[in-house]
């Protein structure tokens, strides 16, 4: 195994582009979460992103680029996919669009589906890599499928150390939890995963409300069964701790005894929870424990989107 090379962002730019022209894999910072990226056009690239992440290979990529006028090379925009990303691009909203004709990408990004997922991440690593590369790239969160995914260069090496070539390293991730997914098709706008921008925010933009997804829609394990998950079991909402239990606390820790305690904010705000939730998770789960109890989340602005987590993260194994 030749271990992972992890470069500080800045400085690995360059390299990274020459990685990803060479159809190798690069872990990238995102304002959301470390992105696996490869060349989206490059098929042996895809399936090698699928291969390290252990991930089944109908659950769709997402395609990243610079702007509208990049994304309009692979994706079809009507007048409300121009609105939603005019409002939130760059940044943390992935569009599911219908699959423009003739476009370079490789067919595995999106499987026998006649749509793709766009977005344009604003990172300023991210951009420049997308600018200096001149690539579109495919990035999944860089983990192992299932798993919790990763806001720091430490994450992404302990779960895919001697997988992938190049880690760029440009500390945590400032929001922490992924984008939100909204897939329009015709007249139907649907919200597919909540994320970092509110349903209120988008509607408002459309000045249309967003339905639920057709369950066809729902094609990856990331919007279905058991999904961001720890090994440890989650126990959600928990109003008082059992002994023997780690906790996930959220506001003023309750005053008992408890050894292992992490908060996500003693304050209780939620962006603040956002950011350290997967840190969290992640530390907690080091310590092998066999059950994290999760204090409640308000289901309020982000919270909406760190429950949604914290579920899929609590469903049983199928
Ligand atoms: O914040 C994010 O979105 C991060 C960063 C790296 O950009 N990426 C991320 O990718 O979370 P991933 O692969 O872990 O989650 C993408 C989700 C999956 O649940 C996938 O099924 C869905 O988007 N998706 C991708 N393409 C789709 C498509 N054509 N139709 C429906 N869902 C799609
Ligand atoms: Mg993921």
């Not at 001149?134 to 150390?161: I, Q, R």
Request: with cysteine; hydrophobic share 40%; charged share 20%.
């Amino acid at each position: 195994m030749v271990n992972t090379q992890v470069s500080p962002a800045q400085s690995g730019i360059k390299i990274a582009c020459q990685i990803l022209h060479e159809g190798g894999m690069v872990a990238l910072p995102t304002e959301t979460v470390y992105g696996l990226g490869a060349d989206a056009s490059n098929k042996k690239a895809v399936a090698k992103i699928f291969a390290a992440k252990g991930r089944p290979k109908k659950n769709p990529l997402i395609v990243h680029v610079s702007n509208i006028g990049s994304a309009e090379n692979y994706g079809i925009f009507d007048k409300q996919a121009y609105k939603l990303a005019e409002n939130f691009w760059p940044g943390p909203l992935t569009l599911v669009l219908p699959k423009a004709s003739n476009s370079c990408l490789a067919p595995q990004v999106s499987p026998n589906l006649n749509t793709v997922a766009l977005r344009a991440p604003s990172h300023p690593i991210f951009q420049d890599v997308l600018n200096t590369s001149g690539l579109p790239v495919a990035a999944p969160s860089a983990n192992k499928s299932g798993e919790v995914s990763p806001t720091t260069a430490e994450h992404v090496l302990n779960d895919l150390n001697g997988s992938i070539d190049l880690i760029l390293d440009s500390g945590p991730c400032v929001l922490g939890v992924e984008s939100t997914v909204v897939m329009i098709a015709g007249s139907t706008t649907s919200l597919l995963r909540p994320g970092m921008i509110q349903q209120e925010d988008i509607e408002k933009v459309l000045g249309a409300s967003l339905v639920k997804p057709h369950s066809k829609a729902l094609h990856g394990p990331g919007m279905l069964s058991r999904h961001y998950a720890p090994r440890a079991k989650l126990r959600l909402d928990a109003l008082s701790h059992n002994k023997g239990e780690a906790l996930l606390a959220f506001g003023p820790t309750p005053p008992n005894e408890i050894e292992l305690v992490k908060n996500l904010s003693q304050k209780g705000d939620l962006i603040e929870a956002a950011a350290n939730l997967y840190a969290c998770l992640r530390e907690l789960d080091d310590k092998n424990v066999g059950t994290i109890s999760v204090m409640p989340i308000p289901e309020s602005g982000i919270g909406i989107a760190i429950n949604d987590r914290l579920r899929r993260a609590a469903a049983k194994k199928t």
